[in-house]
C-alpha cells in the first residue's frame, strides 16, 4: 500500500472517471494495478528499454507511465473510454513522457502502433469472448516475432502457442510465445 501511495504522489493520483457508455459489456471497470504486481512485471517478464510494452485496457497510464519511467521501455496503452485515454494523455504531457501514448481503441483488435509491442500486459481488463479475441489476436502477432504476455489476475485459457515462463506466481503468471512460425 505504500508502494502504491508513492507511486500516486510521483505520478499524481489517478482521476476518477465514472465508467461510461464507451465500456463494453464484458469489460471490468477501471482498477489501478498495485505497484509490486508491475515490479514483478518488469523483474520477471524482463521489461527493459529495447522493448514495446503495451497495456491493454490501460486506463489512466498509471501502469504505462511506471514501467516507462522505470525501464526505458516504448510504453503504449490500448483503452475503449475515452475519459481514461484523455487522462492518461495529460498524465504523459505532465510528465513529459514522449515515449509513452494511449490510443483510443478495442484492444480486442490490436492495430496501429500497438501491433509493436513485443510484451503485453493485461490486468484483468476483460474475459471471456474477448479475451479469447485478444489471444487470438496476439497469436497472429507471435507468428511474426516472439512475444511475452504477462497477465496480472486474469486467468488465461490454455493456448498451444503461449508457454507459462516462469511457473506462476500468485496472481501473475508470465507466457512467452512458442517460437514463431
Known amino acids: 500500500m ?3 501511495a508513492w507511486l500516486d504522489v510521483v505520478l499524481g493520483p489517478d482521476e476518477i472517471c465514472e465508467d461510461g457508455a464507451a465500456l463494453p459489456r464484458g469489460c471490468v471497470p477501471y ?8 515490479l514483478r512485471v518488469v523483474d520477471q517478464a524482463p521489461v527493459g528499454a529495447a522493448d514495446v510494452f503495451i497495456d491493454l485496457g490501460s486506463g489512466t497510464g498509471r501502469a504505462l507511465s511506471f514501467v516507462h519511467l522505470l525501464t526505458g521501455a516504448t510504453a503504449i496503452g490500448v483503452e475503449i473510454q475515452p475519459e ?9 504531457a505532465r510528465l513529459r513522457l514522449s515515449r509513452v501514448t494511449t490510443l ?12 509493436s509491442g513485443n510484451v503485453f500486459f493485461l490486468y484483468c481488463p476483460f474475459s471471456g469472448e474477448r479475451l479469447v479475441r485478444v489471444l487470438g489476436e496476439l497469436e497472429r502477432l507471435a507468428r511474426e516475432r516472439p512475444l511475452r504476455v504477462c497477465a496480472v489476475d486474469v486467468p488465461l485459457p490454455a493456448q498451444p502457442w503461449l508457454v507459462m515462463d516462469p511457473p506462476s506466481a500468485g496472481d501473475l503468471c508470465i507466457f512467452r510465445s512458442s517460437a514463431a512460425s
Open 84 to 92: 481514461l485515454v484523455r487522462a492518461a494523455s495529460e498524465r504523459a
Open 2 to 4: 505504500d508502494r502504491d
Open 31 to 38: 482498477l489501478p494495478c498495485a505497484v509490486d504486481a508491475l
Open 104 to 115: 483510443e481503441a478495442d484492444a480486442t483488435s490490436v492495430t496501429g502502433a500497438a501491433r
